[in-house]
Structure formats: C-alpha cells, structure tokens
C-alpha cells in the first residue's frame, strides 16, 4: 500500500510539472513577436507557401500578437507586394511529444470573431522559446522525403 502512494503521488507530480511547463510556455508567449526569418532543413531555394495563406517571403516581417488567456491571437503581413491585412487564429499549445520531445503548437485561422471559416488547422513543434526568441518547426514532405521549416520570432 506504502509504495502504491509514492506511485501516486510520483504520477502527480510529474503530470503537474509537465503542464507548469506548458503554462509557462504560454506566459513567455504572450505579447508581440516578428516572425524574422526562416531556415530549411536541406540547402537551395524553395518557393515555400504558410497555412494556405502567403509564400514565406511574404511572412518575413510579419507580426504576431498572441494572448494566452483566450488561446488567441492574429498575426499582420505588412509587405506591399503580399496579400498584407491582419488575420486570426486560436492557438493551444499541447504535452510533449515523446517522439520529439518537442511540444505539439496547433494554430487554427478563424473570423475576427474567433469563429472557424475552415475546418482546418496545423500543427507545428514549439522548438524553443525564451523571454526573447521563439523557434517553430513544422515537418512536410518534399519529394517524398520529410523536410523541416524552421520559423524564427523575436519579442517586440
């Protein structure tokens, strides 16, 4: 019975802390952030399209609002040459993913209401996020073969 507790109580705390994590995740998140740059897991040029939206060249520059306590948040493409305007999203940000061990961000575009015009979303991997910097990555196939984008924010 003794070691049953210990169990117990072990399974808590380890489910606690990985949510503090999170939680805290979410705290460094919250505020503004420009996306500044990307990078590709293998070397050329590639003519990369974003949540069915904009090339990332038309993300680069872009800023995101994010605020925790509602799950969302908008993101602004401001260059003249881009479809530019704001646009909406809920975002949640899940347990780690054991394969990875990286956290799963799933970001929805929605109304400016919060609605969902789309049943659609995408999940990206929380690669890192500090006071300052913040890394997403998000993993497709390109002929065939996994291919990683790597987002790069700063904190306004």
């Given at each position: 019975m003794k070691h049953l507790i210990v169990l117990v109580l072990t399974m808590s705390l380890l489910a606690c802390g990985s949510s503090k994590v999170v939680r805290d995740s979410e705290k460094d998140l919250k505020g503004n952030w420009t996306l500044t740059s990307f990078n590709y897991s293998k070397t050329?040029?590639?003519k990369v399209d974003l949540f069915n939206d904009a090339s990332t060249a038309c993300f680069e520059g872009s800023t995101w609002a994010f605020v925790p306590n509602n799950n969302s948040g908008t993101?602004?493409?401001?260059k003249s040459d881009c479809a530019s305007g704001p646009r909406n999203f809920k975002f949640s940000i899940q347990e780690i993913d054991q394969a990875t061990g990286l956290y799963d961000f799933l970001l929805k575009p929605t109304?400016?209401?919060g609605k969902s015009e789309i049943n659609q979303g995408y999940r990206l991997k929380l690669a890192g996020i500090t006071a300052n910097t913040m890394q997403w990555r998000q993993t497709v196939t390109l002929d065939g073969?996994?291919?990683?984008i790597f987002m790069n924010f700063t904190k306004q």
């Open positions: 050329g040029s590639f993101y602004d493409i401001t109304s400016a209401k073969n996994p291919f990683t």
